[in-house]
Nanobody, 112 residues
Framework: VQLQASGGGLVQPGGSLRLTCAAS????????MVWYRQAPGKQREMVAL???????QLVDSVKGRFSISLNNANDRAYLQMNNLKPEDTGVYYC???????WGQGTLVTVSS
């Protein structure tokens, strides 16, 4: 089982990015998909999650700016990030509940 995050980059404050999580076939069907981020010098934290039925939760700091979605047909999950702020900077990872081996994250840098 592999989980691969991509789509990060350097963006100015107020900009947008769309992250993609590519997963092995079917692993989103029966669990919960979670986006995490790890800011420099800080612990990894949950940012957003989505169930296989489409229920979502986001941490307060990203509500109204980020959205999470799932495409079970192609085993992809997405994190749309709008109005990015410098404090959103970090390495973003995707995983599931129950947790699997961590894959490679993608770096998001928000800076002018």
């Amino acid at each position: 089982v592999q989980l691969q995050a991509s789509g990060g980059g350097l963006v100015q404050p107020g900009g947008s990015l769309r992250l993609t999580c590519a997963a092995s076939s079917g692993i989103f069907n029966n669990g919960i998909m979670v986006w995490y981020r790890q800011a420099p010098g800080k612990q990894r934290e949950m940012v957003a999650l989505i169930s296989s039925l489409g229920s979502t939760q986001l941490v307060d700091s990203v509500k109204g700016r980020f959205s999470i979605s799932l495409n079970n047909a192609n085993d992809r999950a997405y994190l749309q990030m709008n109005n990015l702020k410098p404090e959103d900077t970090g390495v973003y990872y995707c995983n599931t509940i129950p947790q699997r081996a961590w894959g490679q994250g993608t770096l998001v840098t928000v800076s002018s």
